[in-house]
């Protein structure tokens, strides 16, 4: 079994700043492509970002946000700078792995709210 956590949503105001954490555990032998998407109320599920295992990366907007990942403990993360109130919404965590009993899946995290508002 496989956990997703995030962390790190909050209130922020417009050109504020948030680092997003998510925390993968469990029965994890090699991480591949991690990615954050987000779901604003009414909307669809969309992607942010994503980063390979070789750390090619993938944005729907680059210049704002930047996706990282430290395989040793397991993390991915999300820097977000000059936040507008359209990137408010649910930000969820997206894994994808495999198991030491060599079977392969994706996770998904139950999401952190961010809200931007003045």
């Known amino acids: 079994q496989v956990q997703v956590v995030e962390s790190g949503g909050g209130l922020v105001q417009p050109g504020g700043s948030l680092r997003l954490s998510c925390a993968a555990s469990?029965?994890?032998?090699?991480?591949?492509?991690m990615g954050w998407y987000r779901q604003a109320l009414g909307k669809h599920r969309e992607l942010v970002a994503t980063?390979?295992?070789?750390?090619v990366t993938r944005y729907v907007d680059s210049l704002r946000f930047t996706i990282s990942r430290d395989d040793d403990k397991r993390m991915l993360y999300l820097q977000m700078d000059s936040l507008t109130p359209e990137d408010t919404a649910v930000y969820y965590c997206?894994?994808?792995?495999?198991?030491?009993?060599?079977?392969?899946?994706?996770?998904w995290g139950q999401g952190t709210q961010v809200t931007v508002s003045s």
């Open positions: 997206n894994v994808n792995y495999r198991t030491p009993e060599f079977t392969y899946h994706d996770a």
């Open positions: 469990g029965n994890i032998f090699e991480l591949y492509t």
């Open positions: 980063i390979t295992s070789r750390g």
